[in-house]
């Protein structure tokens, strides 16, 4: 199948979930789509276009919270990638691990980091993060305030005003 | 102990410990030790364990986990030892001086002898480095 081929397909099977496709240049496309509907596009996109999932990536803009999950077709070298958004303050999505196996441990490391919680997930430990590391403080969010008294954050290096 | 440091600095064997780098100044220790620039001619091996070793290199800003294995590394090696720190990250943690996952310095944790700076130090940097500190512990000058 050839590029339009694909975009077409997706296009017309889940014509109520999708947002927005967004063409970046002829190897990437971005398509956004509803939060309730990632099963069944995940699941599409890698049990019946045989794609590869390559990683997940997540960001916290100002009035939302979004997730990518990049996936590569490599006979037309086409990588798509899913965009989520997620309100605030109610930070939950259904988890992918049921499906497929390689999603476990980066949604692992996206709930220590961001916070964002996956209902499904099998087993969702610390995976990065030391075990004396306090709950509930995500260290890559807007609002993370250095919480360590005893970190040591200038070079000792003291410069002579004259 | 300085007679026994200067026996052993004729042949001084390396142990190379990584606290979270990105792995090119690992590589950059690495290349030293390729026959291009052989210092595998001087007798400086790489050794698999920490009590054969005398001279300790240590690369990568020091993550909060890889802090409590450094300093019961530094425990285990048998002194006298020297400490070597290779690669801006390991001098002052470098650009991730605001992480939040490196508090502390290295060398508030252990005491660190020689200190090669360079994002990665060229090879002929490490071994300009590593002869200075030879010649000054054998001139007697060194710190122990």
Redesign the interface.
Known sequence: MTREEVLGDLRKKFKDDIIEVLDKSPKRVYIEIKPEAIIQVASYIFKDLKARFNTASGVDTRYHMEILYHFLIEDINLLISLRIKIQKPKLEIDSLATIFEGVNWIEREIHEILGINFKGHPDLRRLL??DD?PDGVY?LRRD?K?W?K????D??VKCQKQ | MSIKLNALLNSPWLFHLSTGSCNNCDIEILDCLTPRFDIERFGMLLVGSIKHADVLLITGSGNRKSMERVKRLYEQIPKPCLVVAVGECALSRGMFIHSYNCPIPIDKVIPVDVYIPGCPPKPEAIIAGVVKLIEKVKAGTAKK
């Open positions: 993060l030391p590391w260290p993370y250095e360590d005893n970190a040591i954050r070079r000792g």
